[in-house]
């Protein structure tokens, strides 16, 4: 028997939420795959910022992602690849929530509405780059019918990080 999924919205960042995302991934479990530890306030207000932009430009971001009663839990949206190793130029769709808030199915529900956005603004394919450990993230890729296209050795951290594609 599958398993309902919640009710969730997702909605441009505000200024606001970098606050939020500050105080829901100040948690070394969130972050365990992310760095391993809490970024400053800075690199949020950076982060909702810039999705701003991408939204404007490109018609998808990261999104924050709130729940049924409007509460945020996370962020799921979508963004260019922009770093010189991995699937550079492409669109990649990814989500991060507070410890809290895991294991309700919130990022599944949103990341199939992220599909339906990016589809609609008119992109063919889409990437997630998932932390070979991170069982969590690899098993919502399958829930969305990814499949494993590469693996690479992330640079700084030097582990082994997995490539899922899906064509839209």
Partial sequence: MTRALPVVRLRVPTHEDAVVWHRLFADPEVMEFQGGRAAELSVYEEL??????????????????????????GFTG?????REWGPTGETEIGWRLGRRFWGRGYVTAAARQTLERVRAAGVADVVAMVDA???????VTRRLGMRLAETYTTPVSRREGHCYRLAL
């Avoid at 932009?53 to 945020?72: I, Y």
């Avoid at 979508?78 to 922009?82: C, K, S």
């Avoid at 450990?133 to 098993?139: D, F």
């Fill in 78 to 82: 979508a963004q260019p690849w922009e």
């Fill in 133 to 139: 450990r991170n069982a969590r993230s690899i098993a």
């Fill in 48 to 73: 909702t910022a810039r999705q701003r932009r991408h939204d404007a430009e490109r018609g998808f971001c990261l999104w924050t992602l709130l729940d049924g009663e409007d509460e945020v839990v």
